[in-house]
């Protein structure tokens, strides 16, 4: 299990895309989001630093 703090986390879509890019690494990740306190849980077999690059690139770089 891996967690992120992504403070850009603010609505249904940054969710979404989030997942989205959780998925480019492992389409097999089980995401969570706690949207008021920008928590993400991640349930995976991809690297932390694979999950970084996804999200970075995506837009949502972790705290």
């Excluded at 403070?7 to 089980?30: K, L, N, W």
């Amino acid at each position: 299990m891996i967690e992120f703090d992504i403070p850009a986390i603010s609505c249904g879509h940054c969710v979404r895309a989030v997942t989205e890019a959780v998925h480019a690494a492992d389409p097999q990740a089980q995401v969570q989001v706690d949207l008021p306190s920008h928590h993400v849980t991640v349930q995976t077999t991809a690297t932390r630093d694979a999950l970084v690059a996804q999200l970075v690139e995506a837009g949502y770089p972790p705290a």
